[in-house]
């Protein structure tokens, strides 16, 4: 099956600071890319969607210049924290859609982030 | 109100038991139905895709959509303690589209 990787898995980081998070699909091409966030015990929370060579559309209530996304290549997007604060604290879920597979979503195993 | 409604158990049901889990969504622009299983602090695994209304069926996996009724249900067989997990519901209205998430059903399952 199709593999999505995350790195690191985790990071503790002090506030003010920036943090970027990888997400790569290893066995397939991704040309879709999506950034969730879930806090404990909650569901997960679209914060955008992320196609290869173009900007990220982001949900609403999302900050654009804070949570930075690029998505360079078919297999590589990247989330960028910038001055994080305590309240960025989350697990951050990457997933990726392999193309001519119809709706699939393949999720990568997650990035926990503490912001001291 | 939430688009997609699901009971947060926890669910605690003995080991061989069938398990039983459902959402209840309100968009019936909703074409596309998921359910995704979640080990603690890892991401969500992908179970069971359904297209539109009807059953599917993976082992010991059931999916069932009723459109008309916007239910879903997942039934495991012969659950097992490995089974013990959260498992989410998730749906989108095309393909390739945004995923829509239920909280997520805490299931434990006892030996």
């Known amino acids: 099956g199709a593999v999505v990787s995350q790195h690191p898995s985790r990071v503790i980081c002090k506030s003010g600071t920036s943090v970027k998070i990888e997400c790569r699909s290893l066995?397939?091409?991704?040309?879709?890319m999506f950034w969730y966030r879930q806090f404990p015990k909650q569901s997960l929370m679209l914060m955008a969607t992320?196609?290869?060579?173009?900007?990220?559309?982001?949900e609403q209530g999302v900050e654009k210049d804070k949570f930075l996304i690029n998505h360079a290549s078919l297999t590589l997007s990247t989330l960028t924290v910038t001055s994080a604060h305590p309240e960025d604290s989350s697990f951050y879920i990457c997933?990726?859609?392999?193309?001519?597979?119809?709706?699939?979503?393949?999720f990568g195993p997650g990035t926990r982030l503490t912001v001291l | 109100q939430k688009e997609v409604e699901q009971d947060p158990g926890p669910l605690s049901v003995p080991e061989g038991a069938i398990v039983s889990l459902n959402c209840t969504y309100s968009?019936?622009?909703?074409?596309?139905f998921m359910w995704y299983r979640q080990y603690s602090r890892k991401g969500p695994e992908l179970l069971m895709y359904?297209?539109?209304?009807g059953n599917k069926e993976d082992g010991r996996f059931t999916a069932q959509v009723d459109k008309s009724s916007k239910y879903i249900s997942l039934f495991i067989r012969d659950s097992q303690p490995s089974d013990s997990a959260t498992y989410l519901c998730?749906?989108?209205?095309?393909?390739?589209?945004?995923?829509?998430f239920g909280g997520g059903t805490r299931v434990l399952v006892k030996p």
């Open positions: 997933s990726a859609s392999v193309e001519g597979e119809v709706d699939t979503q393949y």
């Open positions: 066995d397939f091409q991704a040309t879709t």
């Open positions: 992320s196609n290869e060579g173009s900007k990220a559309t982001y």
């Open positions: 968009n019936s622009a909703f074409q596309y």
């Open positions: 359904t297209y539109s209304s």
């Open positions: 998730a749906m989108s209205k095309a393909a390739g589209n945004k995923l829509t």
